[in-house]
């Protein structure tokens, strides 16, 4: 079973940042905070990952709570092509789904 | 980054039938997983494909029913045995590299669309 917990759906405006939280509770010392995106109908893609400092690249900012128990990825400048499910997964050796975020960017 | 092709990229079966999936990857990897997305799901892990031994399933994935194959650490196939229409759905490739900083990156192929009919 998926050890994250995540809404199941958020809107969010074109050229606004998008903040999906996630919950990861249960997370131990050496589990990683993966994030995955999933375009209609296209595998996942690799977004970001963490431990337990925030990280930040060309696609998202990843902020990690100091207890590491839960989540947020940001998209700064959330654009139409931006809407998908976001899935938050906890890695080590180990890549279980859960149900993910659809996010809907608006015009 | 890993670039990761599938074939087929989709099929149309009959039940009874059994279908195999490739898996090709163009570098080395230490890392390969088969998923399954049924419609409308999130990702199932159905076993994590060793090389060159048997690959590690998950509860309620048996070998018989999905056996893996992974000769070398670029290559790997899933078959879907004795089909029924309970396993339409995409099936994905995926495979984990280690990058530079801490932990590791993993990339999914474009999936096999399967419907048995």
């Known amino acids: 079973d998926a050890k994250t917990t995540q809404p199941p759906s958020m809107d969010c405006a074109e050229g606004r940042a998008a903040n999906l939280p996630c919950n990861h509770s249960t997370i131990s010392g050496n589990e990683y905070v993966y994030w995955y995106r999933q375009i209609h109908s296209q595998g996942p893609q690799y977004i970001i990952h963490?431990?337990?400092n925030n990280e930040t690249n060309e696609m998202a900012s990843l902020i990690i709570t100091e207890d590491r128990k839960s989540s947020t990825l940001i998209l700064p400048h959330a654009t139409l092509r931006d809407t998908a499910v976001y899935y938050c997964i906890l890695g080590n050796n180990d890549m279980r789904f859960g149900a993910g975020t659809r996010l809907t960017v608006k015009p | 980054s890993a670039v990761i092709s599938q074939k087929p990229s989709r099929d149309i079966c009959q039940r009874g039938t059994s279908l195999t999936i490739q898996c090709q990857v163009d570098?080395?990897?230490?890392?390969m997983f088969w998923y399954r997305q049924q419609p409308g799901q999130s990702l199932t892990l159905i076993a994590t494909a060793n090389q060159g031994s048997e690959a590690t399933y998950e509860s309620g994935f048996v070998i018989d029913k999905f056996p893996i194959s992974r000769p070398n650490l670029t290559f790997s196939t899933l078959t879907v045995s004795n089909m029924s229409p309970e396993d339409s759905s995409i099936y994905l490739c995926?495979?984990?590299?280690?990058?530079?900083?801490?932990?590791?990156?993993?990339?999914f192929g474009p999936g096999t669309r399967l419907t048995v009919t």
């Open positions: 963490g431990l337990k």
């Open positions: 995926s495979v984990a590299t280690f990058t530079s900083g801490p932990g590791y990156e993993q990339y």
């Open positions: 570098s080395q990897v230490t890392m």
